[in-house]
């Protein structure tokens, strides 16, 4: 869990350079950002295959530690394994097997790990796609109005709240809604319900209704989740704006006659989307462990659940195949946050 | 003007004087951000019951073999907080709880500071391939998500204490490494810096005498706030089952919580106060972070 | 006739956590049309301050005490719409280090142009030719207009500033060291396009600098201020080549001047710093380090007397009409 990025970030001095030739600066950049990530994708494919060598002794044996084996079960884990193979032999096959989409067959399954996260992805999209959209509008805002009053109630109390929140495990969070939400307590009755995506009366999973009832099971995860993301974006926007409003060209703009609301407005909040941009995209991996936690406290089936269930088996190709999945999301949603910064912010890309 | 009779100080004394009323101004300063003191108030508060544990809850009262208590019992006299799933007194776990999210928190924060700000000072000092190399690395780490990470290193390598510290570690410090080598960069670029290298110096005595403690009060506003993520993330994977079973610590207590349907049977007490205790440590480590943050660099103070 | 600006007892004082600091303790200062006048000091002695209350653009824990007019009209006490149109139509700022105080993520074209729209919402049809022709009066080409500011090297961009400054035609110009970021060759490049406009357009200058031959070399009168006084005034030249405060004395030959050989081995600066504007020191608040200070210094503050016609200085070793023969 990352605490606070702190804005402290040293600004080297940029060095003017006068390309006349417009654009060849954005090609540069786009490639250079994308060249970076799939260095970082070899990296994490890399990495995944070495996690589970780099036990001391034999890896069977630790990896089946707790469990009562049979011999024939720890041989044919050792095949499944491919052990009895050389290392370097061992490595290109899983290089292949990767870039086939082959992962293996899940242990608690017994089916392709590839199918069963295909299977499970879309809750997690759905989850986490609405609550982080929520939480930056909301968040983005909230942070925006602490930092144009500062020092009054309205800042005190949003960051604070903010603050509360941000200290919060997301997921004992969820726990407290299901308690007095779902569950019902004292004199709030029971509003949602209490795990699952769907009811189990649901005939037809395309009608309407079908989807009203899982709009229903997402509710409170998604208004946790919300409420998780939207303190560290509000503290973050709030921050960053409260440096740009500091700036010396703030004071140019007064100068010239701008109404005070209107350089607010239009110059200092406008920048202070791009430093608040760059250090969402930094925490991307909250967004990751979010999931997992909520989806596991109000057992959603998506590949948070997967994740924690696989856990107990331990269902390897499962969590080899997660670890891959959350780290290429990530990756990727890295790449289109950076290269949508440049968009933005034409110092990057000149 | 009149010459002093008094013995002239060595450099070192000199040194070590000017430390001390830096500290003393440091200090001076923090007092006056009323958030970082509370929090360093909760802080002593807490610590102290995590150190005086057997002094306010015998070690027999969180043995499951000697629990006393019914099952999932609501407050009363004997249990101020009521009792968990074994009989055990919540009040207890609580305070032994707070021994292992405290220890664990900080030896991680200690793996990682050490580790960022190693790596950090390198990659920011050393500007050839080996510095680049680990610039790279660092971005790596930092691109990957940390609790997917986490939950392969605690399967593969076990649950005990040391891992668990050991798997926050690795998750946390690449922020740090980043941080430190920002700083670095920006202490580096300054003339003194430059003036040494021309005299002579070397990258371990400059990196040593120079670039270090001017790097210090920012690793140290860092530490504070790493201390709070490593809090929380342990909370979290003991939560998912991924912490010594062995010791109870709060995001155990949880875990149990949510496993023996607390939840649905309204067991608030056992609910409640371990993640309220979480909150509160880790908004007070949060609330001193800042302040430090502030005291350290006078650009966030005051900005009218 | 009344001068362009008129700044009468200004007192600026910060109320602050720490108690109050009177950084502005009494100036007055006028600039004619036509005139170039620069206002020099070590940082600290409050020229900044005396700039920022010229559009009203001083902090808002700061007392204003005093008053400063532009054109006969009190600035501090201007309604929203006169103050607006105050604000670059009839006077305007170029600042210091043009990279932060212009907005890194919009063009400078833009920038150039927001003043002039806001000011005459109709002349968006003309605009563009006329930053061209701003651009052009710096000496840079039109085409610089598409830039941003990083692209631009430090020179250029304090010519953009320059080109803001004009955009509205203003006739009262407030520089706050505008040359202190450059290095010298192009320091003397910005100076003769700012001189060259000033005497071109008749505008009036105040120029804020520590650099006192800079000031010499542009300005007509300067002003020296210390500790939130000013303690020496006169023509440019005068003033620079023969100071009569101890501290104009120390300023002037803190800058070398090329071929004086004396200068090379003896380099003169003023020992200790300016003081705390919390903490001043009793009576003259340059005694302590006044290479000629007496035993009454400590006592009084000296007043300011005339040593000559339009040559005030604050210092009890001057007579008054001293340079009167």
Known sequence: MSAPTSTLVADAEIQPSRSERRGSGTWRYVGSKVLGSLGALLFVVVFNFFLFRVIPGDPVRTLARNRLVSDKQVEELTRTLGLEQPLPQQFLTYLKNTFTGEFGLSFRYRQPVGDIIIDRLWPTLLLVGTSTILAALIGVYLGMVSAWNRGKVVDNVSTGFSLTLYSMPEWWLGLVLLAVFAVGAGPIPSLFPTGGLHSTDIQDPNSFAAGLDTAWHLALPVITLTLAYLAEYSLIMRSSLLDEMGEDYITTARAKGLRDVYVRRRHATRNALLPTTTLVVLNLGFVVSGAITIETVFSIPGLGLLTTEAMDVPDYPVLQGAFLIFSAAVIFANLIANLAYSWLDPRVRT | MTTTSKPALTARQVAWRRRRQSAGRTWAEFRRHRSGLVGLGVLVVFGLAAICAPLLASHESIEVTKATGGVLEAPSWDYPLGTDADGRSVLALLIWGSRVSLMVGLLATAISMLLGTLVGLASGHYHNFFGKALFRITEW??????????????????????????VIGIVSWPATALLIRAQTLSIESRPYLERARALGAGDWRQMRRHVLPNVMPMVFANTTLTVAGAILTETTLAFLGLSDPLYVSWGSMLDEAFNVGAITTGAWWFMLPPGICVIVVVLAFTLIGQALEEVYNPRLRERA | MSGLLEIENLEVIYRTAGGEIPAVRGVDLTVDSGESVGLAGESGCGKTSVASTILRLQPSNATIRGSVRVGGKDVQTLGWSGLRALRWGEAAMVFQ?????????????????????????????????????????????????????????????????????????????????????????????????????????????????????????????????????????????????????????????????????????????????????????????????????????????????????????????????????
């Open chain 2, 141 to 166: 780490f930092l691109v990957v998500p940390w609790l997917p990470l986490a939950i392969v290193l605690s399967t593969v390598l076990g649950p005990s204490l040391l891992t668990v510290a050991f």
């Open chain 3, 97 to 325: 280090g043009a990279l932060h105080s212009l907005n890194p993520v919009q063009r400078v074209g833009d920038q150039i142009a927001e003043p002039i729209l806001l000011h005459d919402p109709s002349a968006q049809g003309t605009v563009k030719s006329r930053i061209g022709e701003l651009l052009e009066q710096v000496g840079l080409p039109a085409a610089r207009a598409r830039a941003y500011p990083h692209q631009l090297s430090g020179g250029q961009r304090q010519r953009v500033m320059i080109a803001m400054a004009l955009a509205c035609r203003p006739e009262l110009i407030v520089a706050d060291e505008p040359t202190t970021a450059l290095d010298v060759m192009v320091q003397a490049q910005v100076l003769d396009v700012l001189s060259g406009l000033v005497g071109e357009l008749s505008l009036g200058l105040l120029m804020i600098s520590h650099d006192l031959s800079v000031l010499g070399a542009t300005c007509t009168r300067v002003a020296v201020m210390y500790a939130g006084r000013i303690v020496e005034e006169g023509p440019a030249t005068d003033v620079f080549e023969h100071p009569l405060h101890p501290y104009t004395g120390a300023l002037s030959a803190a800058f070398p001047r090329v071929g004086d050989r004396s200068a090379r081995y003896a380099p003169s600066g003023l020992p200790g710093d300016p003081p705390d504007p919390q903490e001043l020191p009793s009576g003259c608040t340059f005694h302590p380090r006044c290479p000629v200070a007496r035993e009454d210094c400590a006592d009084h503050d000296p007043p300011v007397r005339l040593a000559g016609p339009g040559r005030p200085v604050a210092c009890v070793l001057v007579e008054e009409g001293a340079l009167q023969p």
